[in-house]
Each structure stands twice: as structure tokens, then as C-alpha cells.
């Protein structure tokens, strides 16, 4: 099992570019989520779905924000335009839907100068 | 000086040690509790959950205990190993893992 795949493991981008984060989950898992990781937030839920459907992105910050799941194999993660405060680590995670623990990607370090 | 946000909470062991790393959580009404662990550079990987009906769980070196009346959680290592040293978050759920909450983490260095 390859485990939960994530591209680009780093990005480094100008302020006000399109920045987009892929994921590919464990397959079988029907439960997919994106994490942003920073010093001073720690772990913070942005946006889960369930069989491909949007669930909760309550935790997205603002507009510029932008989730996708086309397909149970490819979600992504769009920022546009991005800012430097969107510096972070951002991971994806999956699961199978219920009492299932998640499992992680290694992240994407996002550098917005 | 530099804010609390900026530094995590480090335990420091020797080889051999056993290791407790602490966690507080805030919702009496989470169903699941979590440890994770997370090397340099890597993602957050699952080491032992507990549900809230339960107040100790064993797995390989590692025992969670849980304590609801205070709401405390705890993640014991026997024999610490060098390999060990990571940042180890406590995490809560509700009705599964969809609402996940992790906590601000704790290092733990281990010296041979």
C-alpha cells in the first residue's frame, strides 16, 4: 500500500499566483481530508468529504479557498490568489468512513513570498 | 519575548526510559481519543486510540490511559528508543473522525 500521496511535497510561489495541491487517498478509503499545519495553529481541519461529496469546509479561511473531489482517487486544493500568510504545511488524510483512524500524507510545504 | 504558540512542550528521555507524554482535551462530549505521532518532514501517524468507554488501552511499548473526570489523556512509552523521538499530538473525536481535533503537540528527544 502506497499510503495517502501527496504533489508537490514543496511549493514556493509569488503572493496573488494560483497555487493547487493533489491528493490521492488509500484506495478504498471513502473518507478524504485536508489539514493545514503551522507553528502557531498546529493542525487545523480546512475541509472533509465523504464519498466525494463536500461534508464540512467550514474550517476553509476565506474564499480564496477552494476544495475538489472529482473522483474517489484525486482531490485538490486550490489557493487563488494566494497570500503569504497561507504559508503552511498542508496535509491530506483518508479514511474508510466510521470508527476508522486517519491516515496521513507526508504534506505539501507551501512557501508564499 | 517570543509567544507560547512558537514552542512546543519538550519532554527529554534517556535510551531505555519510559516515557509519559501528557494531553488535555476540552470536549466531555468526544467519543474517541487518539495518539499520533510525527516524525521531521513527515505526516501524522496513527499509534493508539481509545474510546471514551474504555480507561486504558495496550498496544506494542505504547498504553493510553484516559481519565474523563478531568479530562486528561496520557500516552506511556516503555524502553524509549532514539527512534522514538517526534512530535506526538493527542487528537478528539465525536460521532467518528470526522470532526478530529488535535491538540498543540508535545516533543519528545530521546539521547542514546
Known amino acids: 500500500d502506497a499510503g495517502v500521496i501527496q504533489s508537490p511535497r514543496h511549493e514556493v510561489t509569488e503572493m496573488g499566483q494560483e497555487v493547487t495541491l493533489r491528493c490521492k487517498p488509500i484506495?478504498?478509503?471513502?473518507?478524504l481530508f485536508w489539514y493545514r499545519q503551522t507553528m502557531m495553529r498546529g493542525l487545523e481541519l480546512l475541509i472533509y468529504?465523504?464519498?466525494?461529496?463536500?461534508?464540512?469546509d467550514s474550517g476553509m479561511p476565506e474564499d480564496r479557498f477552494s476544495a475538489k473531489m472529482p473522483n474517489a482517487s484525486f482531490s485538490t486544493l486550490k489557493i487563488q490568489p494566494s497570500e503569504p500568510r497561507d504559508s503552511a504545511v498542508y496535509f491530506c488524510?483518508?479514511?474508510?468512513?466510521?470508527?476508522?483512524?486517519?491516515?496521513f500524507g507526508n504534506g505539501t510545504r507551501l512557501t508564499v513570498t | 519575548g517570543e509567544s507560547v504558540g512558537l514552542h512546543l512542550p519538550t519532554l527529554s528521555v534517556q535510551e531505555g526510559d519510559n516515557s509519559i507524554i501528557n494531553c488535555a482535551y476540552s470536549n466531555s462530549a468526544s467519543d474517541y481519543f487518539i495518539w499520533y505521532k510525527q516524525e521531521s518532514g513527515k505526516g501524522p501517524q496513527f499509534i493508539i486510540d481509545i474510546r471514551s468507554n474504555m480507561d486504558k488501552r495496550q498496544g506494542q511499548r505504547v498504553t493510553v490511559l484516559l481519565n474523563k473526570t478531568v479530562k486528561h489523556l496520557s500516552l506511556q512509552i516503555a524502553a524509549t528508543q532514539p527512534g522514538d523521538s517526534a512530535v506526538y499530538f493527542c487528537?478528539?473525536?465525536?460521532?467518528?473522525?470526522?470532526?478530529?481535533?488535535f491538540g498543540k503537540g508535545t516533543m519528545l528527544l530521546v539521547s542514546p
Open positions: 488524510a483518508s479514511s474508510q468512513q466510521g470508527d476508522s483512524p486517519l491516515h
Open positions: 484506495s478504498g478509503h471513502n473518507s
Open positions: 468529504f465523504n464519498n466525494n461529496v463536500p461534508i464540512d
Open positions: 487528537a478528539e473525536a465525536n460521532s467518528g473522525y470526522s470532526t478530529l481535533t
